[in-house]
């Protein structure tokens, strides 16, 4: 079936530091792949998406591409800000299933 | 600005209680997805719906969950009897699709405790 995994968390950060956080699938098909966000005491929200290889997806500073070759969807930021300290969470839908597939969440936490 | 809404926001309840949470789509949307949210299991599928029919509901414990949607504005997740290990949060989630990738549109959760 399908899986994503991430990498484990957290990363922690000082102010204006650039972000990474690699995300690899494994999947049937051509999924679309997706990067959701939780703040604390909230829900997930949608970040950013790509529907086909080598597409770039953008929000808020945050940018991730399709990799088809790597099968990765690596999320990235040139400077990270305190209000960026959430969990970010890789996920795809469409390979072998219509339902998505979650990876387990990185915890990101930034220091002033 | 369209939101799914979730009630209650923090139930806590004793053991053996019935429990059900309410979720109201985004209008429009014709899938709905139920998840619980834990720190050891991470985000677990429970249930989905579209069009208001069930398609796939292998995630959640059938002896005492129950997930139905009575129309199209309103679903629900019952536990009957409830137990301290049910204690998380638990989220539903709209979209729209006819067998597409999803996109997903997250409530802001029930917080569910039980003693």
């Known amino acids: 079936g399908d899986s994503v995994t991430q990498m484990e968390g957290p990363v922690t950060l000082s102010e204006e530091a650039f972000l990474t956080i690699n995300c690899t699938y494994t999947a049937t098909g051509y999924p679309s792949l997706f990067w959701y966000v939780q703040y604390p005491g909230e829900g997930l929200q949608l970040l950013l998406k790509a529907t086909k290889a080598d597409d770039k997806g953008s929000n808020k500073g945050f940018e991730a591409t399709y990799r088809k070759e790597t099968t990765s969807f690596h999320l990235e930021k040139g400077s990270v800000q305190v209000s960026d300290s959430a969990v970010y969470f890789c996920a795809l839908s469409g390979g072998g299933s219509y339902i998505p597939t979650f990876g387990r969440g990185t915890s990101l936490i930034v220091h002033p | 600005d369209a939101r799914v809404t979730q009630t209650p926001r923090h139930k806590v309840t004793e053991m053996g209680q019935e429990v059900t949470m309410r979720c109201q789509p985004i209008l429009g949307h014709n899938t709905v997805f139920w998840y619980r949210q834990t720190m050891m299991q991470g985000l677990e599928l429970l249930a989905y719906f579209r069009n208001r029919a069930p398609l796939d509901d292998s995630g959640m414990p059938k002896d005492r969950f129950s997930a139905e949607m009575p129309d199209a504005t309103l679903a629900t997740l019952k536990i009957q009897p409830s137990e301290p290990r049910d204690s998380a949060v638990y989220f539903c989630?709209?979209?729209?699709?006819?067998?597409?990738?999803?996109?997903?549109?997250f409530g802001p959760g029930t917080r569910l405790t039980v003693t």
């Open positions: 989630a709209s979209g729209l699709g006819q067998g597409g990738p999803y996109e997903q549109y």
